[in-house]
């Protein structure tokens, strides 16, 4: 395998991938992740179960020494009409909330304009206000400044 590496890089360069994501703190926040290209910032959660009986983390990060401009927008992963809150948090301050109250253009007509100070924990929670398992997601994308 060595020497294959040493052959083709592009084994290399999905072994140096490999080894840089191992190293990244997702022991600290491992539901979701602060990601930039250049100027441009984003955070997926991806699809979390959530119920009525307890709150589910949906991401958790914290921004470096620059400013975010951007959008938070709170999904429902599947067509439902149960209803769903959301939760903004900067530094453990709620910051903004969202109740869902049919699923349908629900995203659109809730995204959030938001500005995130430099240094900032950043928590989105959600969680049913109705009884059974949803299954929603958060997106925070934004730019740099």
């Given at each position: ?18 080894a ?19 100027k441009?910032v984003?955070a997926?959660?991806?699809p ?5 009986s307890?709150?589910s983390n949906l991401?958790?990060f ?8 951007g ?8 067509e439902?009409t149960?209803?769903?809150?959301f939760?903004?948090y ?16 629900f995203?659109?007509?809730n995204?959030?304009h ?10 989105v929670?959600?969680i049913g206000l109705?009884?059974?398992t ?8 934004g730019?740099?400044?």
């Open positions: 395998m060595a020497d294959l590496q040493d052959q083709d890089p592009l084994v290399a360069k999905v072994a140096a991938a490999r840089a994501s191992s190293r990244r703190p997702d022991e600290k926040f491992p539901t979701g992740r602060l990601n930039q290209i250049g441009h984003y997926y959660s991806g979390i179960p959530t119920t009525d307890a709150s991401l958790t914290v921004t470096s020494s620059s400013y975010i401009v959008t938070f927008t709170p999904y429902h992963g599947a439902t149960q209803n769903m809150q939760t903004l900067f530094n453990d301050t709620q910051i903004a909330q969202v109740s869902s109250r049919e699923a349908y253009d995203a659109r007509a995204a959030i938001i500005l995130i100070p430099p240094y900032t924990k950043v928590t929670d959600a109705e009884s059974g949803n299954s929603t997601s958060a997106v925070i994308v730019e740099v400044f």
